[in-house]
């Protein structure tokens, strides 16, 4: 897969695509990543990405004009106009990092895994001209219910959560199934051994984890964990899982 990052602070890159699971995935040629200076696709001597807003209001919005022209450069192709909506490449996506986006959760993840190719636009200011969002973005996405300075953070964290669910990114394609937000409701274990009182979870978070010591500074791991007994360990887990949605997360408890 490829990832081309849109953004006006190329540098930001630099560490998070160094290092663990992202920079395994990069040497072994699981994923491309591409980082593009927008100023590049600036006309003005002092390359110049942002603009008031028609209408007033506070801040500098990104202007349309060089997001648009960064994507079909990137793309090889037009991305049309008013008059000739032009398509997309098969198997890409071009994912606005916004504020005002969708909730970016573990399904959007695995949706844009299954693509060759995502572009992502990283927002900055007060937002970025509505066009941009209507007309170029196949995707708006936002990473939680808080405003950030900008987009970088959020498209190192959809980099990040998709590049772990390709093929060979982690050397063990086991390893995403039991983590939080990967079981759906239904699921054979959340649904058989969640606890009576609960009510079902659309998602559960993952259950417990401990390692050696068996005890530390007098806390034990849970017997259950070191009986061997698989079957109790797996309805142990499911159990717990569903506590912890309750304590932590009771939103994605199904009302």
């Known amino acids: 897969m490829r990832f ?70 990137l ?37 844009l895994a299954g693509l060759e190719r995502i572009v992502m636009i990283c927002g900055r200011y007060e937002g970025v001209d509505e066009r941009v969002a209507e007309h170029l973005a196949t995707d708006e996405i936002s990473v939680g219910d808080y405003v950030l300075s900008g987009g970088e953070l959020p498209a190192a964290i959809v980099l990040d959560a998709v590049t772990r669910l390709l093929p060979g990114a982690l050397g063990n394609e086991a390893s995403t199934e039991n983590e939080s937000f990967s079981k759906l409701n239904g699921d054979e274990s959340v649904a058989a051994h969640s606890t009576s009182h609960l009510r079902k979870a659309r998602v559960l978070l993952d259950y417990p984890h401990y390692t050696r010591p068996a005890e530390y500074r007098g806390w034990k791991v849970p017997e259950v964990l070191i009986g061997g007994h698989h079957a109790e360990v797996a309805k142990w887990r499911a159990q717990q899982a569903a506590e912890k949605t309750r304590r932590n997360r009771p939103d994605l408890l199904v009302s």
């Open 75 to 111: 793309l090889g192709q037009p991305v049309g106009d008013s008059t000739e909506k032009a398509q997309h490449p098969s198997g890409t996506a071009v994912v606005l990092l916004s504020a005002a986006g969708k909730l970016f959760t573990q399904e959007t993840a695995r949706r």
């Open 4 to 73: 081309d990052l849109i953004t006006i602070f190329p540098e930001f890159f630099t560490g998070p695509l160094d290092h663990g699971i992202v920079r395994r995935a990069r040497e072994a040629g699981i994923v491309q990543i591409h980082v593009q200076d927008l100023r590049e696709f600036t006309k003005d001597r002092h390359k110049t990405v942002d603009d008031r807003p028609f209408g007033g209001g506070e801040g500098m919005v990104l202007k349309p004009e060089p997001l648009f022209e960064a994507v079909e450069k």
